[in-house]
């Protein structure tokens, strides 16, 4: 990644891709404390346009508030900076990665008086569970490893310090070869793949874990609110993992992996082991939604 083309924002200024590095000494790099964010811009007939800029801001800044992480910019400059970043690097679709982490001042887990950095990239990022994964479904094993207890790290925040427990659980599954792992609480109820929202389908309605142990997902509330339209209705609660083996559907939302339908888990097909009915719906819908064919939801896209 560090190897290529391009410019980077990194503290206010634009500089070489090349030329972003930091030193070895870095806070975030030893002791896991930084937040960021993940978002796309997608192609569009009136030009790239980046998929909910305000809402992923606000979640970047709620990230540091839980931390409090002291935000050297305001969102204002970051949003302009994010367009600037898919604007001067040529791209018309992309992966937006905005990240704050503290400097290398000091040793030691006080964070308290360091200085906080932050930087901005944009390059471009296939389906990231794979185009085939995107139609026909994908591969789903559960994890050994727990999401995070509520009292051991923050759900709500998107931190780097979270993603230590994605890998275990990714890498775990990915070895056997599943496409990705679920991760279940620390009772024994689902929470959420290693980078993705779950939904599943039963008799025409769709459920998704509550917000206690998993990320509160731009892409899962998008979805929330088309299949509302659609007059689908949506129960958020607890859901243990045989109610999804005896799903009629099921599917991961992120920004990453988009709306991917899910046809096993846990060497049990689900449903007819095929991207379901409604979800093919909703992903036709979020898909409209990203590339501008939604005058619904147009204040959904903020074009570069
Ligand atoms: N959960 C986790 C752990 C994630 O990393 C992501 C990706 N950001 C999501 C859920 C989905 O969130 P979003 O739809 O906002 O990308």
């Known amino acids: 990644m560090a190897d290529r083309d391009g410019v980077i924002w990194s503290d206010g200024k634009i500089i070489p891709w090349r030329e972003a590095t ?14 960021f964010e993940g978002l796309r811009a997608y192609r569009t007939p009136r ?24 935000m050297p910019y305001d969102k204002d400059t970051l949003m302009q900076a994010q367009c600037d970043m898919v604007k001067q690097n040529k ?30 990239a944009a390059w471009p990022w296939g389906a990231y569970l794979g185009s085939e994964g995107l139609e026909k479904g ?5 994890s050994s490893f727990s999401r995070h207890h509520v009292n051991v790290n923050m759900c709500r925040a998107k931190s780097v310090t979270t993603y230590a427990n994605s890998i275990l659980a990714h890498q775990e599954v990915a070895h056997d070869g599943y496409d990705e792992a679920l991760l279940l609480d620390v009772d024994g109820y689902v929470a ?18 509550d917000m206690t142990s998993c990320l509160e997902g731009i892409t899962r509330a998008s979805i929330i609110e088309l299949a509302g339209e659609i007059g689908v209705p949506v129960i958020e609660k607890r859901i243990t993992r045989d109610e999804v ?16 339908p899910i046809r096993e ?16 719906r909703l992903q036709a819908m979020f898909f ?6 939604a005058e619904k939801h147009a204040s959904w896209l903020t074009y570069v």
């Open 22 to 35: 930091t030193h070895v000494l870095t806070h975030t790099l030893h002791y896991g404390l930084g937040v």
């Open 47 to 70: 030009g790239p346009a980046i998929f909910r800029l305000q809402d992923h801001t606000d979640r970047l800044f709620n990230s540091a508030h839980i931390f409090m992480m002291r």
């Open 91 to 120: 791209l018309d679709s992309c992966y937006i990665r905005p990240i704050a982490f503290y400097g290398s001042e000091a040793m030691g887990i006080s964070a308290t008086t360091l200085s906080v950095h932050m930087a901005i």
């Open 138 to 142: 994908i591969r789903v094993k559960t």
């Open 192 to 209: 959420e793949g290693a980078g993705e929202n779950i939904f599943i389908i039963k008799h025409g309605k769709l459920y998704t874990p």
């Open 245 to 260: 083996y005896c799903a009629d559907e099921a599917f991961f939302t992120g920004t990453a992996a988009e709306v991917t």
């Open 265 to 280: 888990l846990d060497n049990r097909r689900i449903g007819n082991g095929e991207r379901g009915p409604i979800t093919a």
């Open 288 to 293: 409209d939604c990203v590339s501008g064919k």
